[in-house]
């Protein structure tokens, strides 16, 4: 008998394959541009503005726009999307009217200015007596306070920083810790530097008098200034344009230098600068003005002891 003829397959429609799903989008990423880990907003870096997680949107000359076709600054771009609404969500500050590094500098040349003064001063006038030193320091630590608000008020925007977020509780706790280390060092190394240059005939500094203009002139004043100045200001704006790291080494290099009247201290200020430097970035500008104000007191009781 004759075979049936075989069936002729039917191509069947393959369904469409569902589309795999997108990989969660992370939490927290480093930001290549500044350094910060972050939790990115709308794939920007809600400090800097730098897109972190897939490939940027195309973006679009605006109309009139001049320059090369390859420059591809975002000054220079339109993107697509609610741009204004983008802004708000990065936080991106508006373009200061000046330059925030030069209100920086050009501060900090004030600053040193006023601290110059200081000691041509006292040196021109004979300042021997503590009420007359304790005058001048007031004058010029108003006069620094002055220029520490008036920088703020100029680029307040640009002076912010992240805020500290897990690490807040942390480094409270480790605060304390740290203040003892720098105090173990900055004892040690005055005790160092008396040895070295005692058969040169240098003698015993005067005991310091505690009185409250003392603690207000050395503890409090300073504390809160300096750190207003240097971990608010400086660092704030130096972290716009560079990582977290070189900002607090260059801030506390700047701190260092600020203290005219104690070249040979500089080397372990330059370390306690990086300190309270770390202590802001990670604690908050708080726990960096009560670090300062018990390391200096501390220091002032050891003087006075």
Known sequence: APKPPRAIPVARPVPPRAPEPEPPFPQIVGCPRCGEKVEPIENRCPFCSKWLVGKPPEPTRAEGAEGD???????????????AAE?????????????PMGVVFFSYGLLLGSLIGLA??????????????????????????????????????????????????????LALPVLGVLLFLNISYITILRELFSPFGAGQPERTKLTFATIFLICILPAMMEEA?????????????????AAVWLTALLFA?????????????????AAFGYTRAYGGLSLAVLMHFLHNLAVVYYEAG
């Open 69 to 83: 076709e390859g420059d591809e600054r975002d000054d220079e771009l339109v993107w697509d999307g609610p741009s």
């Open 120 to 173: 041509a001063y006292a040196v021109a006038n004979r300042v021997t007596s503590q009420a007359e030193l304790h005058g001048a320091m007031l004058a010029v630590g108003l006069f620094d306070a002055a220029i520490t608000v008036g920088a703020l008020a100029l680029v307040w925007r640009h002076a912010q920083q992240p805020s500290p977020g897990r690490a807040l509780v942390p480094m409270w706790l």
């Open 87 to 99: 802004r708000v969500a990065r936080r991106s500050p508006p373009p200061a009217p000046i330059s």
């Open 257 to 273: 230098l600020a203290h005219l009247a104690n070249p040979l201290g500089m080397p372990y200020l330059f370390v306690a600068g």
């Open 229 to 245: 100045f240097f971990r608010q200001l400086v660092l704030g704006v130096f972290r716009r344009s560079m990582s977290l790291h």
